[in-house]
């Protein structure tokens, strides 16, 4: 069965949200840009159209942000109930691609 086709709209919704997430450092595209929705006039890495049986939606490649110190499961759980809501699908896999430790920010000094 091939992919279910995904509006520009929903693509940008399910991104937004995906990045809105706490310890998503951001999405990841692939080694080569193989993840990625292609739209016309647009191309939205790190997520893609799914199918599970005979059930669609997205499927969500992540960069795991260590330095959160969150569980990288409750991120991914939180990931795919954001996407969820925001792009109003039912199915959304989410695949823990890569992980960065993002720089903290620099504590303001006394002076």
């Known amino acids: 069965m091939a ?3 995904v509006t520009r709209e929903t693509g940008e919704k399910a ?3 995906a990045l809105s997430v706490p310890g998503v450092a951001g999405l990841h595209g692939g080694r080569v840009g ?4 292609l739209l016309p006039g647009t ?8 199918n599970r049986g005979d059930e669609s939606g997205l ?14 499961r409750a991120v991914a ?23 960065v430790a993002r720089p903290q920010p620099a504590s303001p000094s006394g002076n």
């Not at 499927?59 to 990288?72: A, G, K, L, M, P």
């Not at 969820?84 to 896999?93: K, L, M, N, Y």
């Open 15 to 17: 991104r937004d949200a």
């Open 3 to 5: 992919p279910a086709s």
């Open 59 to 72: 499927e969500v490649h992540i960069v795991f942000d260590v330095s959160s110190e969150r569980d990288v």
């Open 34 to 37: 193989e993840v990625a929705l």
């Open 77 to 99: 759980d939180s990931v795919r109930e954001q996407v969820s809501r925001a792009a109003g699908v039912d199915v959304v896999d989410v695949v823990v691609a890569d992980a």
């Open 43 to 50: 191309r939205i890495e790190g997520i893609r159209a799914a």
